[in-house]
Each structure stands twice: as C-alpha cells, then as structure tokens.
T-cell receptor, first 116, second 113 residues
Framework: DADVTQTPRNRITKTGKRIMLECSQT?????MYWYRQDPGLGLRLIYY???????NKGEISDGYSVSRQAQAKFSLSLESAIPNQTALYFC???????????????FGEGSRLTVL | QKEVEQDPGPLSVPEGAIVSLNCTYS??????FMWYRQYSRKGPELLMY????GNKEDGRFTAQVDKSSKYISLFIRDSQPSDSATYLC?????????????FGKGTKLSVIP
C-alpha cells in the first residue's frame, strides 16, 4: 500500500458543486500539504498543516478550504467548484526534522479533477 | 519575473548521453536546493538535495549550485530510458521559511533507446 493515499484519483464534476479530496498517510509525519499542478505553471502550494491545530494558507488558497481530521488525514474542499480549478492535486507529507534539512516531501499519486 | 525559471523542454536524448537540466532563480535568500523526479501519472519524488553552493554526486546524478549566478544544474551521466520523466527543481529559504518549497515548472526528458 502507498504511504500517502489520495482519493478519488479522478473526478469529473460540474461548476458550483462541492468537492472533497481526501488524503491519508502512514508515514507518521506531522506535516501535510496540498499542492495543485497545472501545465506551464508547475506545483503551487494551496494549504499546509504542521499538526492538527496548525493550518496555514499557501500561495493560492482562495476558493479552497482544508480540514486536518487527525495527524494522518488532511482533506481539501472546493466549496463551489469552478472550471479554472481543473488541475492535478497532490497531497504531500514531510518529517519535521529531516524535511527542513533536505526539502523532502513525500507525495501521493495525485487526484485529477475536472470541473465542467 | 518568476522566482524560479526552468525550461519546460521537452528534451529528447539518445541512451547513454549526458543530460544537463537547469534552473535559474531570482531570490538570493534561497539556501536549500532540490531536484525532484516525476514519472507519468505519479507524484514527484526527491532525487537530490544540496545546501548552499557546491556540487553533490549520487551515482549517475550530479547536482550543482552556483549561488553567485543564481543557477542550479542537474547532470545525468549515461542516461537510461528509465530516466525518462519530468524533472522539477525546487528551492527554499533558510530558517522559518524553509518548509515552503518554490518549484520550477519542470523539464520533460525522454531518453530514446
């Protein structure tokens, strides 16, 4: 089983619908992140969380919200999806000590979201 | 000007070639430099990391950082078809900002047998 699991892997939805992307991890890391990847724009940070009670906005948080239900679970919600939120979304984790020194993030396999 | 610039390619080379991948950046406060590799339909995975300037070698891979020129490179020797992937450079600040990575757009590499 993957250390960082994202569900669903693919989702097609319509404008205005509420969508939740879920992430769970078995690595025991305290830090979790949500990124989106767009062709020509690269990876951009949406939200990050250092622990259950510490959630922070990233570079592009508008239109998104998150919930850290437990150390191992971090969900991303689109309250009212719009077409320009069509992208590949990645959840990632990092170790508090090693992550700072090495920049090592452990990514899930991605959730491809299409908003029509 | 974007903080991190990376030529998106695509780059196509024959098997056995030496590959050079590069990124430039504008923020002189970046201290940590990384290269991630992303296979098709997969998440990125860390390939190499360096702190500040200098070279680092790991098998067929060499990472170079030139902070005076704000330029980082990844060299792949004796390239293999299994090296075909998108390579993303990433960098971060020191101290409190070091958890937040700024990524390049990625260079797509194909190694032809």
């Amino acid at each position: 089983d993957a250390d960082v699991t994202q569900t669903p892997r693919n989702r097609i939805t319509k404008t205005g619908k509420r969508i939740m992307l879920e992430c769970s991890q078995t690595k025991g890391h305290d830090r979790m992140y949500w990124y989106r990847q767009d062709p020509g724009l690269g990876l951009r940070l949406i939200y990050y969380s250092f622990d259950v009670k510490d959630i922070n906005k990233g570079e592009i948080s508008d239109g998104y919200s998150v919930s850290r239900q437990a150390q191992a679970k971090f969900s991303l919600s689109l309250e009212s999806a719009i077409p320009n939120q069509t992208a590949l979304y990645f959840c990632a984790t990092s170790d508090r000590q090693r992550g700072v020194r090495t920049g090592e993030l452990f990514f899930g396999e991605g959730s491809r979201l299409t908003v029509l | 000007q974007k903080e991190v610039e990376q030529d998106p390619g695509p780059l196509s080379v024959p098997e056995g070639a030496i590959v050079s991948l590069n990124c430039t950046y504008s923020n002189s406060a970046f201290q940590y430099f990384m290269w991630y590799r992303q296979y098709s339909r997969k998440g990125p995975e860390l390939l190499m990391y360096t702190y500040s300037s200098g070279n680092k070698e790991d098998g067929r891979f060499t990472a170079q950082v030139d902070k005076s020129s704000k330029y980082i490179s990844l060299f792949i020797r004796d390239s293999q078809p299994s090296d075909s992937a998108t390579y993303l450079c990433a960098m971060s600040l020191s101290g409190a900002g070091s958890y937040q990575l700024t990524f390049g757009k990625g260079t797509k590499l194909s190694v032809i047998p």
